[in-house]
């Protein structure tokens, strides 16, 4: 179950580019390097970066090539960081020059719609082209070129609110084309961005809960077992570590219920509260738990604070009461019933 003040900037261009067989490069067309978020909507740069390949060649056939992008260090200004994840590129369209036919569109290439960036990982915006770089012609020394345009897109959201008005952040993406066999056709690094977030204005966006709860397969049909003569003294219990996962963008608490009004077996009953149920936070979970005995209501077993998106792990411990007069008369065989977890806004 379960996005002013303004600054005169300017930035040397630095390419570094690597000639590759048949004359084809790999360069470094034009970009915008500034972009202000005045808003919890975040922004745009419809022109953000333009790359191309060239070659003076009247015979070339790449199949299967990629381009990736990379950051070359994270978003800082020293003393606060940008969330890479917040930045993404999308394709806008291609234009150039080639024979036969005509330059490959987003749709032939097979490229992406969003690409998000990654802190320290390289991600592809075209992970492995469907149509070729090509060209076959008679005409000597033939000037192929082919540009690739994308817009830049900083995500909105309530993040924006940690820093202050008139900050800066600078980021340095790389970009590196590859051909079939992975070998490296060009590299270019293009020069620093500038992303400034201005005086946000507008109300704090809150976000859309949303939630997920999971049982581990192993935790999916508990048993306790009363085997001795202790056991029905000293009571029983059994745990399944990291078997309840929940994973909250908001705050949260779990609660649990029984469907049956009792535990059942083919001829007895027994009542739902011989039993206590609690959840032990595993790791660095920092949420609150509530032992319960086991019942129809609805009961509070856990509460917490956002994960973040991460996923948070509980043990789930089971337990019997002990020298309880119910089990002690009960008739011998397995009795059971079933457990609903459900994670809702706290």
Request: charged share 10%; glycine share 6%; with cysteine.
């Given at each position: 179950?379960?996005?002013?003040?303004?600054?005169?900037?300017f930035?040397?261009?630095?390419?570094?580019?690597q000639?590759?067989?048949?004359?084809?490069t790999?360069?470094?067309q034009?970009?915008?390097?500034?972009?202000?978020?005045?808003?919890?909507?975040?922004n745009?740069?419809?022109?953000?970066?333009?790359?191309?390949?060239?070659a003076?060649?009247?015979?070339?056939?790449?199949?299967?090539?990629?381009?990736?992008?990379?950051?070359?260090?994270?978003?800082?200004?020293?003393?606060?960081?940008?969330?890479?994840?917040?930045?993404?590129?999308?394709?806008?369209?291609?234009?150039?020059?080639?024979?036969?036919?005509?330059?490959?569109?987003?749709?032939?290439?097979?490229m992406?719609?969003?690409?998000?960036?990654?802190?320290?990982?390289?991600?592809?915006?075209?992970?492995?082209?469907?149509?070729?770089?090509?060209?076959?012609?008679?005409?000597?020394?033939?000037?192929?070129?082919?540009?690739?345009?994308?817009?830049?897109?900083?995500?909105?959201?309530?993040?924006?609110?940690?820093?202050?008005?008139?900050?800066?952040?600078y980021?340095?993406?790389?970009?590196?084309?590859?051909?079939?066999?992975?070998?490296?056709?060009g590299?270019i690094?293009?020069?620093?961005?500038?992303?400034?977030?201005?005086?946000?204005?507008?109300?704090?966006?809150?976000?859309?809960?949303?939630?997920?709860?999971?049982i581990?397969?192993?935790?999916?049909n508990a048993?306790?077992?009363?085997?001795?003569?202790?056991?029905?003294?000293?009571?029983?219990?059994?745990?399944?570590?990291?078997?309840?996962?929940?994973?909250?963008?908001?705050?949260?608490?779990?609660?649990?219920?029984?469907?049956?009004?009792?535990?059942?077996?083919?001829?007895?009953?027994?009542?739902?509260?011989?039993?206590?149920?609690?959840?032990?936070?595993s790791?660095?979970?920092?949420?609150?738990?509530?032992?319960?005995?086991?019942?129809?209501?609805?009961?509070?077993?856990?509460?917490?604070?956002?994960?973040?998106?991460?996923p948070?792990?509980?043990?789930?411990?089971?337990?019997?009461?002990?020298?309880?007069?119910?089990?002690?008369?009960?008739?011998?065989?397995?009795?059971?019933?079933?457990?609903?977890?459900?994670?809702?806004?706290?």
């Open positions: 179950m379960m996005n002013k003040k303004i600054y005169s900037l930035f040397g261009i630095i390419c570094s580019l000639l590759y067989a048949q004359n084809l790999f360069e470094y034009s970009s915008q390097n500034y972009l202000q978020i005045n808003s919890y909507s975040g745009t740069a419809e022109h953000a970066y333009v790359v191309k390949f060239t003076n060649t009247s015979s070339l056939n790449v199949p299967f090539w990629k381009i990736s992008v990379r950051l070359a260090q994270p978003i800082t200004n020293g003393n606060l960081t940008f969330p890479a994840n917040k930045i993404s590129l999308q394709p806008t369209g291609t234009e150039g020059q080639t024979v036969p036919g005509s330059i490959p569109t987003i749709g032939q290439i097979g992406p719609s969003n690409v998000t960036l990654q802190e320290g990982s390289e991600v592809f915006l075209v992970p492995q082209s469907n149509a070729p770089l090509y060209v076959n012609t008679t005409q000597s020394g033939y000037y192929f070129n082919f540009h690739l345009k994308f817009r830049m897109v900083v995500e909105g959201g309530a993040y924006l609110a940690q820093f202050p008005a008139w900050t800066d952040f980021a340095n993406l790389i970009f590196t084309a590859y051909d079939q066999h992975n070998a490296i056709i590299t690094e293009p020069g620093p961005w500038n992303f400034q977030i201005g005086n946000i204005t507008g109300t704090i966006p809150t976000p859309t809960p949303q939630f997920s709860i999971a581990d397969g192993s935790a999916s048993l306790l077992e009363f085997k001795t003569k202790s056991d029905y003294i000293n009571g029983v219990s059994v745990s399944y570590p990291n078997a309840l996962v929940v994973n909250a963008n908001t705050d949260y608490q779990v609660r649990v219920k029984s469907i049956y009004g009792s535990f059942t077996s083919y001829n007895d009953a027994l009542p739902l509260d011989i039993i206590q149920l609690h959840l032990t936070p790791n660095d979970n920092t949420a609150t738990v509530y032992p319960i005995w086991l019942s129809t209501n609805h009961q509070k077993i856990a509460s917490g604070n956002s994960t973040q998106g991460a948070t792990f509980f043990d789930i411990n089971y337990a019997s009461k002990s020298n309880d007069a119910d089990l002690i008369t009960s008739q011998s065989g397995q009795y059971s019933t079933t457990l609903v977890y459900e994670i809702t806004p706290l």
